[in-house]
């Protein structure tokens, strides 16, 4: 049915001279209508802005925000959205402002979104902040941890007396220091806004979000005993946060591990919910788990162990706890030892022997790997240049790398001082890296790497053949040697599906002028294809197993005996 006249009239009214900017969108963001101050303000009339795209209106680092506003309307998720953006006026200034997004329904679908915006003067800006900082965060202007305790306090009263539950998530996103390295603290500051932005966009309207600590958000949930539709939200968070977020022509990527606890089942209290629902983040960041964790009593001695590596990790080696084994890199052709790859070992006082996968991600998280890795190039080189002096004048270190020691500015002046203190040449070491971080490469990453290699430094790429992505780096970056992953080796047979793929990586390697070399050998018969293969070098317990500095040496001795015999 046709609008009344005066109803028609009283709208273009209200459009023509409401102060606030007004416009409307159709379901794919395109202008469709645009009131008088709105056309002032972007220098554009109605006719001229209808069919454009809305989020050119935005800030290039706000516009997902506004994108996922529009999706949740359109979907019918919530039904009003109000939050706060920067709109691009004429001159080209970015002016704040306070937006209500609220769907048009036409029988019960939404065909049209209207935005109604209020500027943010500075005096409302200064008077909010003034008024919140207490209580709320000063770079997200989210509730602090003051606010979330106080918040879940009487969430756990409302909720105990109507006897529903309770959730609590916690949130930790994982390099985001990377970016304030790479280009400062208040790039560091704006990215921890962005993902503030695009958690709080994934959440339901009835969600509390707050900034419990710098990397961690917490997050409450009233009525949420369904562990599926959780997961279901973490994953979404999860998606959320993992998507680029670009700054200027850089683009950087993060992830992050979810912790859950719930009322009753995981405590009764603030301090009891929140801690475990730190035991649960924990157990989500290991590297063995999935990024989302709910807690559970199995994981208090785990996590009672974890807290324990973690306190005692800074001691390890002062007390002489860390050692390294080495396990040999022979020519498949000849049997000639040419490097050796160092393994780092943990021996605790109370927990025994610790594998790497254990103890390395809490050394990244703590930050220990930045010393554990210079204590372990100085040890190797070392011990490396010690065996050349001894006869051995071919053999080489290859140590492994982690991504937070390539992150790290300190990470080319330990290798040098490895390299001077023990003496050993720069060509004789290789650092071995996983294949995830070249993937995940930044031109940070690539700047060391190049001043290494100027140096005469080497690169391995570990692991070589699990990831999932392009190849371009192995002719970008200066790489020397790929190193297969066992897991094309175990079943290696002329008829196995490894064949074709393990023949492939030769092929490419030596076409582009890489030493190739196989890990894992474990039988007589893998020796003898990957040798027809024309594999360069190759390693496993076949060939022996890591040994400790002095046996190291004995087998040495051995196998020089033995081939001169």
């Given at each position: ?458 690169f391995s790429i570990d692991d070589f053949g699990t990831g999932y992505s392009s190849l371009g780096y192995l002719k970008q970056l200066p790489i020397h040697t790929l190193k297969i992953d ?80």
């Amino acid at each position: 049915m046709e609008q009344p006249i005066w109803t028609k009239k009283y709208f273009q009214a209200i459009k023509d001279h409401h102060e606030d900017l007004i416009f409307a969108i159709d379901i794919n963001g395109r202008i469709t209508m645009m009131n008088s101050a709105c056309s002032k303000v972007l220098g554009k009339s109605e006719d001229e802005a209808a069919g454009i795209s809305c989020l050119s209106f935005f800030l290039d680092s706000q516009q997902e925000e506004v994108r996922s506003a529009i999706e949740r309307i359109t979907e019918g998720t919530v039904k009003k959205i109000k939050m706060e953006a920067e709109i691009i006026t004429e001159s080209g200034e970015a002016r704040g402002y306070r937006l209500q997004v609220i769907p048009v329904d036409l029988n019960e679908s939404c065909r049209e979104i209207l935005f109604i915006g209020r500027i943010l003067t500075e005096q409302h800006l200064s008077e909010e902040k003034i008024k919140k900082y207490p209580l709320y965060d000063e770079k997200t202007m989210l509730p602090n941890r003051k606010s979330i305790e106080n918040e879940l306090f009487n969430r756990i009263k409302r909720v105990s007396d109507s006897h529903e539950s309770l959730a609590v998530l916690l949130i930790q996103i994982r390099r985001l220091q990377m970016i304030s390295d790479a280009l400062g603290h208040p790039a560091g500051d704006w990215a921890i806004i962005q993902m503030a932005k695009r958690i709080e966009a994934s959440l339901p309207d009835q969600a509390f979000i707050g900034r419990f600590s710098r990397n961690k958000f917490a997050i409450l949930m009233d009525g949420s005993e369904d562990y599926t539709e959780l997961e279901k939200l973490g994953n979404h968070i999860i998606m959320a946060i993992e998507k680029p977020l670009r700054f200027g022509k850089q683009e950087f990527n993060f992830s992050a591990a979810i912790g859950i606890s719930n009322y009753p089942h995981d405590g009764a209290d603030t301090k009891d919910l929140l801690n475990n629902a730190g035991i649960a983040l924990g157990y989500a960041r290991a590297g063995t788990h999935d990024n989302i964790a709910f807690h559970g009593n199995e994981m208090n001695l785990e996590m009672e162990k974890r807290a324990d590596l973690e306190r005692s990790l800074r001691n390890g080696i002062e007390n002489n706890e860390f050692f390294l084994v080495y396990q040999p890199i022979i020519q498949s052709a000849t049997g000639e030892i040419r490097a050796c790859e160092a393994l780092l070992r943990w021996e605790h006082p109370k927990w025994g022997l610790i594998p790497p996968l254990e103890f390395i991600p809490i050394a990244e998280e703590t930050g220990m790997i930045h010393s554990l890795g210079k204590w372990i190039l100085k040890t190797a080189c070392k011990q490396v240049k010690k065996w050349q002096e001894a006869g051995y004048k071919h053999m080489s270190a290859s140590v492994n790398v982690s991504a937070y020691q390539l992150d790290s500015a300190r990470f080319i002046k330990n290798v040098k001082e490895a390299l001077e203190q023990s003496g050993l040449k720069a060509e004789c070491l290789y650092l071995e890296l996983t294949e995830s971080i070249m993937i995940d490469q930044s031109s940070k990453t690539i700047e060391m790497m190049c001043e290494l290699e100027r140096m005469g430094v080497k690169f391995s790429i570990d692991d070589f053949g699990t990831g999932y992505s392009s190849l371009g780096y192995l002719k970008q970056l200066p790489i020397h040697t790929l190193k297969i992953d066992r897991s094309f080796i175990r079943n290696l047979s002329h008829h196995s599906p490894d064949f074709p793929i393990v023949h492939a990586i030769l092929t490419m390697g030596h076409g582009l002028g890489l030493r190739v070399v196989a890990e894992g050998i474990e039988t007589n018969h893998q020796l003898a294809m990957l040798t027809s293969l024309g594999c360069d070098f190759v390693q496993g317990h076949f060939i022996e197993k890591p040994l400790e500095a002095r046996r190291f040496t004995c087998w040495l001795e051995k196998k020089h005996n033995a081939s001169n015999a």
